[in-house]
């Protein structure tokens, strides 16, 4: 065993890790990066087939984030925002701002093309202030503590309530572990937490209401419901309206639930829940720490169940999911993309509004008392609005059309395996569900470990992803080449029938 991967089995306890598993092999040493490829201490290369842990958006050692953060080091690293401004957070700040509105343009002004096919809300506000925090938690975090608050003071209710999704992932801090409902995670610090209540999330593949049989196709495209999933959504804030508190705010991850399994939402389903959850006077919170910046596609429209229609104009391209549809929340949480996935950095973004509510003379002591050392760290920030700027630009926009494409059509192959139930892909987001048989769906239990097994056999392919329980989940660097699409494809497929042994 290299004498790194020694010293990291001595002293290191890793994330989400059963750490009796991973002290029986060498682990992956990753030394280098560079694009779509990760290096190891053995000089064995990868495909970095989940962008490392959902984070990276461009490729490692990007030219021009690298140069942004050299240059901000000539500056400084670091200084507080506790008591001090700086340039990269207000330059950054300001960015995030007008990128998060609805008719907020990247690139090229004008608005030439078709119009969405949902008018914008009516209701929809403007997001006018930026809070700076460290990683997708603290985001939520925030995000929690700024609502309660407001609603608090806003006389909204003295003991706000939260409605968040089934199956929802916000986070590992206390205060987002209790907006989330994975019962693997809830369960352990069961004593710690408060109370939210959930509401069922549409997973039309495993929905009791969806009575269409499988097909060989993604689940949305063939479901025979009557959006009892939207139903469930309105009777909760109806229930929750009758005892005279109603909900403060609705959390959501907008167009695919992450940590979940990658499930998505059928189109339209978001555009529904937001006009209930605001017709109920919650605020709306949406969680885009994964789905941000463009992770989800491309337009800023979705013309059927799965199908993006894309429009190759970068004026209308949009990089939040809810601003896909339509909606702009009342906040809005960015992290893990925020900046390309180099230095830890997150954003909780805000009204006016809301910001009123902690405005007062000092010794009302109104004041938002939260916050974090590194809050608004200038590497981060200088990282971030490099990112942003390639976000923009024609060629990564092309790219990620390109690459969107490439995905769809490669992940057809996998159909040809009985074990493959449902292939899911928003975007640049793809989960693909392995059960028994996918005539019965039967899925595998937790611990027959399908989805590390099958992970296990596609690093030996030289390619990396993490699975989700039984998912197998692909979140590719948007450098990634078609080519090298396919290749990621083809080693699940190749992994799949090493696996199970046959296919049929
Ligand atoms: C990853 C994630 C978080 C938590 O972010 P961390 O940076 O890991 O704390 C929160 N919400 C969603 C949707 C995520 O995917």
Redesign the pocket.
Known sequence: MHPLAQLDHKYLWHPFTQMRDWLKQEPILITQGKGPWLKDVHGKKYLDANSSI?VNLHGHSHPKINAAIRRQLKKIAHSSALGFANEPASLLAEKLVKLAQVGGKMGNSGSRGKPPRFPALTKNPQLAKVFFSD???TA?EAALKITYQFAVRTGLSKTPKFLSLDGA????TVGAVSLGHVDLFHKAYHGLLFSSDKVMAPYCYRCPFNRAKPEREDARKYRQCRWECVGKVEQAFARQKKTGNPYAGFIF?PLMQ??AGMIPQPSGWLRQVADIARGNGALLIA?E??TGFGRTGVTCHITDETEVQVIEKADQVRLFATARVGVVPDVLCV??GLTGGYVPMAATLTTDKIFSAFLGRYDEFKTFFHGHSFTGNQIGAAAAIASLDILASKPSIQARIRLQKAFQKSLRSLWQYSQVGDIRQVGLVMGIELVKDWRTREPFPLSAQVGFRICDAMARRGVLTRPVGSVIVFIPPYCTTPAQAAKTVDALGDSIREIFGRKR
């Not at 992932?169 to 590992?172: E, Q, R, S, T």
């Open positions: 959902w990683n997708g938690s939520m992932y916000h986070g590992d991850e992450g940590a969680d720490v994964m992290a893990k």
